[in-house]
């Protein structure tokens, strides 16, 4: 086990082995709460992890702490420049630490506890999340909090703009990926001189506060972050009456839209992702298509916001059999590796409503799956479904009274298939345009011409297009996030930091001489 852990994954709530324990930190001290609540492991239902359950009345000492850091922030070009190597060093050895075998393996089986994912992608979760570190060690927090320079229009005279942090924040991140998120957010917040007060999913708020001693270890000062764990009305209290002068969310549309009220547009958003994929005219690669079909759908059970929510397959790939193959592909994922499991935010009763309702639609029919997994012990307040995909007719999914139901975000093992030709080609661009969220996409097609034309009309903020287009993906070198909207955060990339986690500050340098000709004006 790590020196710094203070949990044993493999063990906690397991038999007679007690929850482990999850603590605020505030003002640089690790703390519990008078209340607490415990978290039932999604695979057995045993007590699992038990957490503080911090009520209003206790919000003051987060809010002081917030207090302490001016709207300057811990640093910024002028004030503590040494700060930036600071972080240098400490995104260093957090990078080092956490792409050590057993540390990799530590947090893969945390995550995996807290959010039953395959092994092989909570372990990717935390390859990218070490990955991110290392591409911020040494120079780079101060290079990306570089500005630039013009120059004036006299001697003397040059106007510099500088990034400058926005001093306390607040960040919300969500359950599904319970390191890379929050961590992503974290690190670009601290790197440009904010203080922030993160708030991780209750149900997987045990990964950041392992985290968070990870990075204690690794040379951060234990004031320079607050975390709290409590219900999302009491979060919400404490960002619309505390400090905090952004807020950057992940999560769902009703909660963004509520936080940018409360924070009157103070946010940055990450929110739903109904994402689309179009399968273009041209079929090859057929097998390595449908895989990655299958992956985008139903790997971490469709538990990302990434996640393929429609399939517009062209009538091409249809009698090429696209649709056989991928109940293939969906049948071979088993509860036993994770490959399939608990859906954290949709009971199993309402995802075969969902279902049913979709199945009334004229000409709808059920592609695969639709039935409950066999065979397990999990909660009812979590979700076990098959993977599950229905087939809508796309002139019956445009129907105004259709639509809303069709473009559903159901944040588990579920996608609709629906079908076009040349065409129709524009009812699909119809379909895209209407979408209210535009977070990714797929364009799989090597055409050309094809793939200009889908580009040219529709705004996803991550689009992949050519024959190995996905769906899913946040990986550490590229942004990722959504298109079409001001308050969209980015994650992953130095541009994605500079607009989260800082403002533009324009600093005119003017200490030229006066011209010795110079005489006072007449007034204007």
């Known amino acids: 086990m790590p020196s710094w852990a203070t949990v044993n994954p493999w063990t906690m709530g397991v038999g007679n082995t007690p929850p482990g324990v999850v603590h605020n930190l505030v003002d640089g001290e690790f703390k519990s709460s008078p209340q607490s609540v415990t978290i039932p492991c999604p695979m057995t239902g045993s007590p699992m992890v038990t957490l503080p359950d911090v009520q209003i009345s206790e919000l003051d000492e987060f809010k002081a702490s917030s207090s302490k850091v001016s709207k300057t922030g811990l640093h910024n070009p002028f004030k503590n420049p040494e700060r930036y190597v600071m972080y240098g060093k400490i995104c260093h050895n957090a990078g080092v630490e956490l792409a050590k075998p057993e540390v990799m393996d530590f947090f893969a089986k945390t995550i995996a506890r807290c959010m039953p994912k395959s092994y092989y992608q909570a372990w990717y979760e935390v390859k990218v999340t070490a990955d991110f570190l290392k591409n911020w060690g040494g120079d780079n927090p101060r290079f990306n909090a570089g500005g630039e320079h013009i120059a004036g229009d006299h001697a003397g005279q040059e106007s510099r703009g500088y990034r400058f942090p926005f001093g306390p924040v607040a960040i919300v991140s969500p359950f599904n990926f319970p390191l890379e998120i929050p961590v992503l957010q974290l690190m670009g917040a601290l790197m440009m001189g904010n203080k922030p007060t993160i708030k991780a999913s209750t149900t997987t708020g045990?990964?950041?506060?392992?985290?968070?001693?990870?990075?204690?270890?690794?040379?951060?000062?234990?004031?320079?972050?607050?975390?709290?764990?409590?219900?999302?009305?009491?979060?919400?209290?404490?960002?619309?009456?505390?400090?905090?002068?952004?807020?950057?969310?992940?999560?769902?549309?009703?909660?963004?839209?509520?936080?940018?009220?409360?924070?009157?547009?103070?946010?940055?958003?990450?929110?739903?992702?109904?994402?689309?994929?179009?399968?273009?005219?041209?079929?090859?690669?057929?097998?390595?298509?449908?895989?990655?079909?299958?992956?985008?759908?139903?790997?971490?059970?469709?538990?990302?916001?990434?996640?393929?929510?429609?399939?517009?397959?062209?009538?091409?790939?249809?009698?090429?059999?696209?649709?056989?193959?991928?109940?293939?592909?969906?049948?071979?994922?088993?509860?036993?590796?994770?490959?399939?499991?608990?859906?954290?935010?949709?009971?199993?009763?309402?995802?075969?409503?969902?279902?049913?309702?979709?199945?009334?639609?004229?000409?709808?029919?059920?592609?695969?799956?639709?039935?409950?997994?066999?065979?397990?012990?999990?909660?009812?307040?979590?979700?076990?479904?098959?993977?599950?995909?229905?087939?809508v007719p796309l002139d019956e999914l445009l129907k105004e009274e259709n639509f809303d139901t069709c473009v559903t975000e159901l944040f588990g093992p579920f996608q609709v298939l629906t079908s076009y030709d040349?065409?129709?080609?524009?009812?699909?661009?119809?379909?895209?345009?209407?979408?209210?969220?535009?977070?990714?996409?797929?364009?799989?097609?090597?055409?050309?011409?094809?793939?200009?034309?889908?580009?040219?009309?529709?705004?996803?903020?991550?689009?992949?297009?050519?024959?190995?287009?996905?769906?899913?993906?946040?990986?550490?070198?590229?942004?990722?996030?959504?298109?079409?909207?001001?308050?969209?955060?980015?994650?992953?990339?130095?541009?994605?930091?500079?607009?989260?986690?800082?403002?533009?500050?324009?600093?005119?340098?003017?200490?030229?001489?006066?011209?010795?000709?110079?005489?006072?004006?007449?007034?204007?």
């Open 422 to 524: 040349d065409a129709s080609e524009d009812k699909v661009l119809e379909a895209c345009e209407r979408m209210s969220h535009h977070l990714t996409a797929a364009v799989v097609s090597n055409d050309v011409r094809f793939t200009d034309r889908i580009l040219a009309s529709t705004v996803n903020g991550t689009t992949y297009h050519g024959l190995r287009a996905r769906t899913t993906g946040a990986p550490q070198n590229h942004w990722f996030g959504p298109g079409g909207d001001p308050r969209g955060a980015g994650i992953g990339s130095a541009y994605a930091i500079q607009l989260v986690w800082s403002c533009h500050r324009e600093v005119i340098k003017d200490t030229g001489e006066i011209p010795k000709n110079w005489v006072t004006p007449s007034p204007s």
């Open 206 to 391: 045990l990964v950041m506060d392992q985290y968070l001693r990870l990075l204690i270890d690794c040379g951060m000062p234990a004031s320079d972050v607050d975390m709290i764990t409590c219900e999302g009305p009491v979060m919400g209290e404490l960002i619309e009456n505390g400090p905090y002068r952004v807020t950057q969310f992940t999560g769902s549309s009703t909660i963004a839209e509520l936080l940018s009220e409360k924070t009157h547009g103070k946010v940055k958003i990450e929110d739903a992702g109904f994402d689309w994929k179009i399968l273009g005219p041209d079929v090859n690669d057929f097998d390595y298509v449908s895989w990655v079909c299958d992956q985008d759908a139903y790997a971490c059970s469709g538990q990302k916001c990434s996640a393929q929510s429609i399939l517009f397959m062209h009538k091409n790939w249809e009698e090429a059999g696209i649709e056989a193959k991928l109940k293939e592909l969906a049948g071979k994922r088993k509860l036993d590796d994770l490959s399939i499991g608990p859906v954290m935010t949709w009971t199993t009763e309402s995802i075969m409503a969902h279902k049913d309702k979709l199945l009334a639609i004229p000409g709808a029919r059920l592609a695969f799956g639709g039935k409950e997994l066999e065979n397990h012990t999990t909660p009812k307040i979590y979700g076990m479904v098959e993977p599950t995909a229905v087939y």
